[in-house]
């Protein structure tokens, strides 16, 4: 292979690549719908020109018979009456119709197997059509089935996952923090509840005594049930008493001197 060939064989198939990258699949589907309802356009014209020709070629040859079936009676008619001559005329006459109607005849079975396939070819077509135009809307709902997980994945891509799971950890964490004030706040609830009912305990156990020892102090002519109270000490000499005296028999000494 030649330089000039490996140049246009590069050259050429830059080009396709940017044409497939430029390429739009709906557009491309649309256009191709678009193109094969032209074709299908221009193959009923066809066919109904084909048709055409058809019936007109069968008229001519219809009515190549009729003068065919004319002529030969026209001949027997002369033969008949002893003109000879008049008789060879129409049968002249005769084998031109004949000729043309063989040829009518050939061109008419040619034109009508050609309008029978032709006619195949519109089934065909029309078939085709309506089977692209499904496919189409198929490949419309998987190209926007596509674009989308596109985007779907171009957003996931986008998305900033290490700063969303600290955010979560974050709010984890005050959760819990928050969690764990609330079971501190219902357990110093429950130990203040708790010596509150221990205080009125030990105060309900005073007052009861209490109360015990104002009902035996209250009985009355101090009955042998009353407990007697301790006898009364004497009391010793107060201590003060002392140094009095002896500061009085320092002042004494202090006199004589």
């Keep these: 292979m030649g330089l000039f060939d490996r140049i246009k064989r590069v050259v050429s198939s830059n080009l396709n690549d940017l044409v497939s990258k430029a390429e739009d699949p709906e557009k491309m589907l649309e256009q191709a719908v678009v193109e094969m309802q032209e074709d299908l356009v221009q193959l009923r014209q066809g066919v109904a020109q084909a048709i055409a020709a058809q019936k007109r070629t069968e008229k001519q040859y219809n009515d190549a018979q009729n003068e065919i079936n004319k002529w030969q009676r026209n001949a027997q008619l002369a033969l008949q009456k002893g003109d000879e001559n008049l008789a060879r005329q129409a049968l002249e006459r005769k084998k031109t119709f004949t000729e043309t109607g063989n040829a009518l005849k050939a061109s008419l079975d040619q034109q009508t197997v050609q309008v029978e396939n032709l006619k195949r070819n519109l089934i065909q077509l029309e078939s085709k059509i309506s089977e692209a135009k499904t496919k189409k809307e198929m490949l419309k709902a998987r190209i926007t089935a596509a674009k989308a997980q596109e985007q779907l994945q171009g957003m996931v891509r986008g998305m900033n996952t290490s700063s969303a799971t600290s955010a979560f950890e974050r709010m984890e964490e005050k959760v819990m923090l928050q969690e ?75 006199d004589q001197m």
Excluded: C, I, Y
């Design 180 to 254: 764990a004030r609330a079971q501190s706040a219902g357990e110093l609830a429950g130990t203040n509840l708790e010596s509150q009912f221990a205080e009125l305990e030990s105060s309900s156990d005073v007052d009861d005594e209490l109360a015990a020892m104002k009902a035996q102090l209250s009985l009355p002519g101090g009955s042998s049930n009353q407990q007697a109270l301790p006898p009364q000490q004497t009391s010793a000499p107060k201590s003060h008493e002392v140094l009095d005296a002896e500061m009085e028999s320092l002042r004494k000494q202090l």
